[in-house]
């Protein structure tokens, strides 16, 4: 197979008799996402829970997620965006008055440590990160009555739980009012078996998943040096 050629046309899987090849995922128009999450309003209603838009990125598509959000709340339902925060202001001013809940993650404070792990820098990360925490600090603002911040670190051994990333950490989350939790994301492997199907080499086979007793050595220190409730997953 010739990766390299491929111009995400579905030619091949159209043609494809066996199945071997599949075309994963659809456009679908926000009425239709909304069709199908109200399917489930039962749910929602029993466990108070609501909506979550997720990645790839909320704010690169932020008309399309606006309109999800939008239709959404009219029908009564809590909503929560899931972002990386690498995104345009404008994106983030569109969501802000749709989302009862921000789940932003927070990778690594130091700009270079950043850009090496993920290619690019932290600078637009954490200037959408404060504005967003002035905005639902501001009483009468855009944002609905309630809304939340949840910091969510992905927890990756020897390129971010490092003693001085931690502090780091915990220093943000002192300057954020509207941050009252953070949950933390220990790395796991479950994403190998897709860069396999996907004919891609996995770069993080040197990494090892850290195990319980680290997790919660880290969780306690953020807990007492941020201030914060700090959470294992979710």
């Given amino acids: 197979m010739h990766r390299e050629r491929c111009r995400l046309c579905g030619a091949c899987a159209a043609a494809c008799v066996t199945g071997a090849l599949e075309i ?27 909506v979550t838009l997720s990645g790839g990125e909320p704010l690169a598509q932020p008309a399309f997620a606006g309109e999800i959000l939008a239709r ?18 404008e ?21 270079e440590a ?10 637009r990360i954490l200037q959408n990160l404060r504005y967003l925490d002035s905005v639902l600090c501001r009483e009468g603002g855009p944002a609905p009555a309630g809304a939340r911040l949840v910091l969510r670190v992905p ?42 199907r996907l004919g891609r080499e996995y770069p993080g086979t040197d990494l090892v998943p850290p195990d319980d007793a680290t997790v919660k050595a880290i969780r306690e220190r953020l807990a007492a040096e941020a201030g914060i409730i700090v959470g294992i997953g979710g």
Avoid at 92 to 107: E, T
Avoid at 114 to 123: D, I, L, P
Wanted: proline content about 6%; some cysteine.
């Fill in 91 to 111: 994106a983030l001013d569109a969501l802000i008055p749709l989302a009862d809940l921000w789940l932003f993650d927070v990778k690594h404070l130091d700009p």
């Fill in 155 to 196: 927890l990756i051994p020897r390129i971010n739980d490092t003693p001085e990333n931690l502090a780091a950490l915990a220093a943000l989350a002192r300057e954020l009012p509207s941050a009252r939790e953070m949950r933390l994301l220990p790395y796991h492997r479950f994403q190998e078996d897709k860069y396999r």
């Fill in 114 to 123: 950043h850009r090496a792990a993920t290619g690019r820098s932290n600078e």
């Fill in 24 to 50: 994963s995922g659809r456009t679908v128009t926000p009425e239709e996402v909304v069709e199908v999450v109200l399917r489930d309003r039962v749910f929602y209603e029993t466990s108070g829970g609501g």
């Fill in 72 to 89: 959404c709340r009219a029908e009564g339902l809590h909503t929560a965006v899931d972002t990386c925060g690498e995104g345009a202001r």
